[in-house]
């Protein structure tokens, strides 16, 4: 087509019977045209183009070393490498090049970088935003644990502007699986293309079919998994339990066979869930331990600044979440959400989290550790992560 065009503009040359030097004018800037796409583009168009095209090259090194081949570039990154292309082709919307460079946790070195991003509209943004957004399966779930925290990491993800998330847990992979792919789907967020969908059902973890379910719908889906001191996992879940229903069999007479501390009841639910490392080696029959960020639970209450700089990496999101969005409910010693400049959004979980836990005697909690340690120990083995549960 290019080449068409400029044989005709050769052709209207000779015809015209311009001179040589109009006739190679006309041709230079034809093919300027072609090079850059667009011939009249402002400094700002121009530094936008060229902010792109080096965010192409550092995302995409197969465009630059393999003669713009586009087969070896992953399918989740097609529709973002279009949108650079057409702003690298264009010149427009250096503000959205930035914003894909910050969610692929990409620093250019070129004085580029430090361009001033032009001011989009907010009617502009608005009509284009709507226009993008759609539901899509989730590309991250909280698999559990149960009472490890997983409410609470939820919460403080919906802070980051690039994550949307279900409201209450789904169950599709382990109650629901029959609806189908579209039903789970219509549970999801509307999201625009680069935010990250995610939803959290903490049964999943100890439900055996649902790693290879969840491979079945996407095998690049990143698993997230908040664990706790068993044994404080165990009282939590119980205290929830009694909270529900009120009256209930003692911890004890649950929790062991006849009362006998030497003899743990594992078929109670409350105690077999504490078994990380038997419901871990079924999730990495299917899945490669890289594709699991494990949480620690107890850090996150005591600094969820860190934690979730880590989840937010696992996630290939820019970090948004500091320390600077919490602060401590010396009442409840959770922490809360505060507002900050960056975040309008604050608030503290409900009275469920922080809740007092029965007392039970040192005998009780002996006999818990006990059995828990080799599983603990196994789990941090496999893990390769030491928890420093006692």
């Known amino acids: 087509m290019r080449g068409l065009t400029l044989i005709r503009t050769a052709r209207i040359c000779r015809k015209k019977a311009w001179s040589h030097v109009l006739c ?12 850059f796409n667009t011939p009249f583009l402002s400094q700002a168009g121009k530094t936008a183009s060229k902010y792109s095209e080096e965010l192409l090259y550092s995302k995409f090194p197969d465009f630059r070393h393999h003669n713009r081949n586009l087969r070896n570039i992953l399918p989740n990154d097609n529709a973002q490498f279009h ?46 935003g709507e226009s993008l957004k759609k539901r899509r399966l989730p590309q991250a779930i909280i698999i559990g644990v149960k009472k490890g925290g997983t409410r609470a990491l939820l919460e403080f993800l919906r802070v980051h502007p690039d994550i949307k998330a279900t409201g209450p847990e789904p169950h599709f992979f382990d109650k629901h699986y029959q609806k189908g792919l579209d039903w789970y789907r219509n549970l999801m967020p ?7 969908t995610i939803e959290k059902t903490p049964s999943y973890f100890i439900t055996k079919e649902v790693p290879a379910r969840i491979c079945r719908m996407s095998n690049s889906t990143k698993l997230v998994l908040v664990v706790r001191d068993p044994v404080t996992r165990a009282i939590s879940d119980y205290t929830q339990i009694l909270s529900k229903h009120g009256k209930s069999k003692s911890f004890q007479s649950s929790a062991f066979i006849r009362n006998d501390t ?25 899945f490669p331990l890289k594709q699991i960020h494990f949480v620690h639970g107890e850090n996150l209450v005591t600094n969820p600044g860190e934690e979730m700089r880590k989840v937010q990496t696992f996630l290939g999101l820019r970090t948004f979440i500091t320390e600077d969005n919490f602060i401590l409910n010396k009442t409840r010693g959770f922490p809360c959400i505060k507002k900050t400049m960056s975040s309008k959004r604050g608030h503290c979980l409900d009275e469920s989290k922080g809740r007092k836990h029965p007392i039970l005697p040192e005998s009780v909690i002996a006999a818990l550790r006990r059995f828990y340690r080799p599983f603990n120990a196994k789990f941090y083995r496999l893990t390769n992560i030491n928890f420093h549960w006692t």
Not at 25 to 32: A, D
Not at 93 to 102: D, F, G, Y
Not at 103 to 120: F, G
Not at 263 to 280: C, D, E, F, P
């Open 24 to 35: 190679a004018g006309v041709l230079i800037f034809t093919l300027s045209v072609f090079t």
């Open 83 to 128: 949108r650079l292309k057409h702003i690298q082709r264009t010149g427009k919307s250096l503000n959205k090049a930035h914003r894909l460079a910050a969610n692929w946790n990409i620093t250019l070195t070129s004085e580029l970088s430090q361009a001033e991003v032009p001011k989009e509209s907010e009617e502009e943004s608005s009509v284009e």
């Open 190 to 196: 509307e999201t625009l293309p680069h935010q990250l």
């Open 262 to 286: 030497t003899k743990i009841n594992t078929s109670w639910i409350v105690i077999r869930i504490g078994l990380y490392v038997k419901h871990l080696e079924n999730w990495l029959s299917v």
